[in-house]
């Protein structure tokens, strides 16, 4: 499960890809599949989070892993380079990895 917070210190990685409206589902897809046949069961993997631009031209993913050693060891194996050679034909790839340094609540009580 994904939890954003400073006290777990985790690699975060926010990669924005960038896409022609006519893409982004095959986009989507293949990053689904590359996640979930093989990313996630790498060791390190914490989490991931998919999400589609509202205007079509934008795919975002957030993914948590508990190293930069560990995403490493995961861009090493081959099993996800298919998926990923194809998503880089159709859309431009702008990644980048992080930490959490705060994290902030509304003050608005959900509905």
């Given amino acids: 499960m994904t939890t954003i917070s400073p006290s777990r ?3 975060t990685l926010i990669n924005v890809f960038t896409v022609e409206p ?3 589902r095959q986009l989507l897809e293949l990053l689904a599949r590359a996640t979930e046949t093989s990313v996630r069961h790498a060791p390190g ?3 991931a989070s998919l999400h589609r631009g509202l ?3 934008k ?3 957030y993914a948590q892993w508990r190293s930069v050693e560990y ?3 995961m861009r090493e ?3 996800p380079l298919p998926y990923l050679q194809q998503a880089l034909a159709i859309a431009k790839f702008d990644p980048g990895m992080y930490e959490v340094v705060e994290t902030y609540s509304g003050t608005e009580s959900e509905p």
């Fill in 22 to 24: 006519a893409n982004q």
């Fill in 59 to 61: 795919v975002t993913m």
């Fill in 45 to 47: 993997f914490i989490s």
């Fill in 71 to 73: 995403y490493q060891a």
């Fill in 9 to 11: 210190k985790l690699v």
């Fill in 77 to 79: 194996n081959p099993a």
């Fill in 55 to 57: 205007d079509g031209t």
